[in-house]
């Protein structure tokens, strides 16, 4: 089993000292956003705790602490994850499903090549080509028990725009999932907050023995993103 995958299902706040906060100056062609954004990353546990662990992005926190709660990566689960780069999220599911042993499956697609991951099949390409589906369902060698998707495309700045932006994908990955996933499967999307996706939710409603609103401790108190989370796939009933 890989360093990032461990034994443990733990995932909270991750467990490091405390140190003095450490401030980065404007200089050069560094903008003060992005001065901003460097102090953030050099002063977040998870950065740091993510690092330790050999996840390759802060991210992969989330979902250990939204598995930890709804429990819905199982040992032998196949599981599609839309969005993958830079890969922490195929990390997490890989060793909860055990699929380097063999026991699970997990295959993932995104935009950017990802370095490969033992027990995951990885594939470059963008999700919303009409090939994608049919790709991703040849991959995964079955039907799915889990479709995550942490896609989000790049904010603009308004908040009501990248509320829509998102919330399409969301929309095109349920689409999918209702294809794929088995009965009793699970349904995992990144939204952001914006009142908009009441159409989504009731949709999932109806597919979904459970629908629930999450934000892990690891999405950051600032962010507009939220999770949903959908199980219990009730299977297709397109009348």
């Given at each position: 089993?890989?360093?990032?995958?461990?034994?443990?299902?733990?995932?909270?706040?991750p467990?490091?000292r405390r140190?003095?906060?450490?401030?980065v100056?404007?200089?050069g062609?560094?903008?003060a956003?992005?001065t901003?954004w460097l102090?953030?990353?050099?002063?977040?546990p998870?950065?740091s705790?993510?690092?330790r662990?050999g996840y390759?992005?802060r991210?992969?926190?989330k979902l250990?602490?939204?598995d930890?709660?709804?429990?819905?990566l199982?040992?032998?689960?196949?599981?599609?994850d839309?969005?993958?780069?830079?890969g922490?999220?195929?990390q997490?599911?890989?060793?909860?499903?055990?699929?380097?042993?063999?026991?699970?499956r997990v295959?993932?697609?995104?935009l950017?090549?990802v370095d490969?991951?033992p027990?995951?099949?990885?594939?470059?390409g963008d999700?919303?080509?009409?090939?994608a589906p049919?790709?991703l369902?040849?991959?995964?060698?079955?039907?799915?028990?889990?479709?995550l998707s942490?896609?989000?495309?790049p904010?603009?700045?308004h908040a009501a725009t990248?509320h829509l932006?998102?919330?399409a994908?969301?929309?095109?990955?349920?689409?999918?999932?209702?294809?794929?996933?088995?009965?009793?499967?699970?349904?995992?999307a990144?939204l952001?907050q914006?009142?908009?996706e009441?159409?989504?939710l009731?949709?999932l409603k109806?597919d979904?023995?459970?629908v629930r609103?999450?934000k892990?401790?690891a999405?950051?108190?600032?962010s507009a993103?939220?999770?949903?989370?959908?199980?219990?796939f009730?299977g297709?009933n397109?009348?």
């Amino acid at each position: 089993m890989s360093k990032a995958g461990g034994k443990r299902r733990g995932g909270g706040a991750p467990t490091t000292r405390r140190v003095p906060a450490v401030r980065v100056k404007t200089a050069g062609r560094r903008t003060a956003s992005s001065t901003q954004w460097l102090e953030r990353q050099l002063n977040d546990p998870y950065v740091s705790e993510a690092k330790r662990l050999g996840y390759r992005s802060r991210a992969a926190f989330k979902l250990l602490q939204l598995d930890d709660r709804f429990h819905f990566l199982k040992p032998g689960g196949r599981i599609v994850d839309l969005g993958t780069a830079p890969g922490g999220w195929a990390q997490v599911a890989v060793a909860r499903v055990k699929a380097e042993s063999g026991r699970g499956r997990v295959v993932g697609i995104d935009l950017l090549a990802v370095d490969s991951i033992p027990g995951a099949a990885l594939l470059k390409g963008d999700f919303l080509d009409e090939a994608a589906p049919a790709a991703l369902r040849q991959a995964l060698e079955g039907p799915a028990d889990v479709v995550l998707s942490d896609m989000a495309a790049p904010t603009t700045g308004h908040a009501a725009t990248d509320h829509l932006r998102i919330l399409a994908l969301a929309e095109a990955a349920h689409a999918f999932a209702r294809e794929v996933l088995a009965p009793g499967g699970a349904f995992v999307a990144k939204l952001f907050q914006g009142g908009a996706e009441r159409t989504l939710l009731e949709a999932l409603k109806r597919d979904f023995a459970s629908v629930r609103h999450a934000k892990p401790p690891a999405s950051r108190s600032e962010s507009a993103e939220i999770y949903v989370v959908a199980l219990g796939f009730r299977g297709r009933n397109d009348a």
